[in-house]
């Protein structure tokens, strides 16, 4: 199944995708809690009720609802840096022995067709395409091989990055920055775990200004998702809808000769087979 959430006059709401429509989930039963967050805490196997019901209200016409993250409030947004295998040939970086974690913070959040905002006081603005892994139950010390269980599904992610706040302040601020306000695109819609057959395998791309700029396949993670749950949980409860963003691949700005950052006014697509297309614009801070 896939999932939206959208902006209306009663605050965010939740459609699901059946038979090449979309339903107001509540408007079919009322009982359902107005959150994705919220079902995937109620019970196991919400969503599966959740699509049945949809089916029954009217379906919305998609082109005219304002998007919202699929995940409204998370309350982890985990991260991986330098988890691609042709990433880290591209930067002539070691293979990281373990994950290497870091987080954003929940007001970096945007949906599909939210500007990303560069902020006043970076020039490098860099952009990364990535996978999310939504978590779907709560777990710490998860198994390895149980930790795809805790799977609910996957989202197109942008891991916007200022890189000389990340690279050259003292200590080298990777927290802030990562965490200005709108660098983490998300979206737009929640797939599934069970639409994708092998997360592993997918292919993932970027496009500026049309131009693709990163390109690649999941097969490159150096650690896999059922790894970086297992890794993670061993630190932090996890919980229903936080976020891992599992790393980018090779192409990114910083790594080009000369360098490319974003600009006031470019478009920029993350594209992943069989989760979808996120695109934002660029706009300068005002």
Same mark, same amino acid.
């Given at each position: 199944?896939?999932? /939206?959430?959208?902006?209306?006059?009663?605050?965010?709401?939740?459609?699901?995708?059946?038979?090449?429509?979309?339903?107001?989930?509540?408007?079919?039963?009322?009982? /359902?809690?107005?959150?994705?967050?919220?079902?995937?805490?109620?019970?196991?196997?919400?969503?599966? &009720?959740?699509?049945?019901?949809?089916? /029954?209200?009217?379906?919305?016409?998609?082109?005219?609802?304002?998007?919202?993250?699929?995940?409204?409030?998370?309350? +982890?947004?985990?991260?991986?840096?330098?988890?691609?295998?042709?990433?880290?040939?591209?930067?002539?970086?070691?293979i990281p022995g373990e994950p290497?974690?870091?987080? +954003?913070?929940?007001?970096?959040?945007?949906?599909?067709?939210?500007?990303?905002?560069?902020?006043?006081?970076?020039?490098?603005?860099?952009? &990364?395409?990535?996978?999310?892994?939504?978590? *779907?139950?709560?777990?710490?010390?998860?198994?390895?091989?149980?930790?795809?269980?805790?799977?609910? *599904?996957?989202?197109?992610?942008?891991?916007?990055?200022?890189?000389?706040?990340?690279?050259?302040?003292?200590?080298?601020?990777?927290?802030?920055?990562?965490?200005?306000?709108?660098?983490?695109?998300?979206?737009?819609?929640?797939?599934?775990?069970?639409?994708?057959?092998?997360?592993?395998?997918?292919?993932?791309?970027?496009?500026?200004?049309?131009?693709?700029?990163?390109?690649?396949?999941?097969?490159?993670?150096?650690?896999?998702?059922?790894?970086?749950?297992?890794?993670?949980?061993?630190v932090a409860t996890l919980e229903?809808?936080?976020?891992?963003?599992?790393?980018?691949?090779?192409?990114?700005?910083?790594?080009?000769?000369?360098?490319?950052?974003? +600009?006031?006014?470019?478009?920029?697509?993350?594209?992943?087979? *069989?989760?979808?297309?996120?695109?934002?614009?660029?706009?300068?801070?005002?």
């Amino acid at each position: 199944m896939r999932f /939206l959430t959208y902006d209306s006059i009663e605050g965010p709401r939740v459609a699901a995708a059946r038979d090449g429509q979309w339903y107001d989930v509540r408007s079919a039963d009322v009982q /359902l809690p107005f959150s994705l967050r919220a079902m995937l805490a109620a019970e196991p196997g919400m969503l599966d &009720e959740v699509a049945q019901a949809a089916a /029954l209200g009217e379906p919305l016409d998609r082109e005219r609802l304002k998007l919202l993250p699929p995940i409204v409030g998370p309350q +982890k947004i985990i991260c991986v840096g330098l988890n691609y295998a042709d990433h880290a040939a591209e930067t002539g970086a070691a293979i990281p022995g373990e994950p290497l974690i870091f987080n +954003k913070f929940p007001t970096t959040l945007r949906a599909d067709g939210d500007p990303i905002v560069l902020p006043a006081v970076s020039d490098q603005v860099d952009y &990364e395409a990535e996978l999310v892994v939504v978590i *779907g139950r709560r777990g710490r010390h998860i198994d390895q091989a149980d930790a795809m269980d805790y799977v609910a *599904g996957y989202c197109c992610g942008h891991d916007v990055s200022a890189r000389d706040w990340q690279k050259h302040k003292p200590g080298g601020q990777w927290l802030l920055g990562k965490s200005f306000d709108s660098f983490a695109p998300c979206g737009p819609e929640l797939v599934t775990a069970d639409e994708i057959a092998d997360p592993h395998q997918l292919d993932i791309r970027l496009r500026l200004n049309g131009e693709t700029m990163q390109e690649s396949n999941t097969c490159q993670l150096i650690f896999k998702i059922d790894q970086l749950i297992s890794y993670i949980s061993q630190v932090a409860t996890l919980e229903p809808g936080d976020l891992i963003y599992t790393g980018t691949p090779p192409g990114v700005g910083m790594a080009r000769r000369p360098p490319v950052f974003l +600009k006031p006014g470019d478009e920029v697509e993350v594209e992943i087979d *069989g989760v979808g297309r996120l695109r934002n614009a660029v706009v300068a801070a005002s």
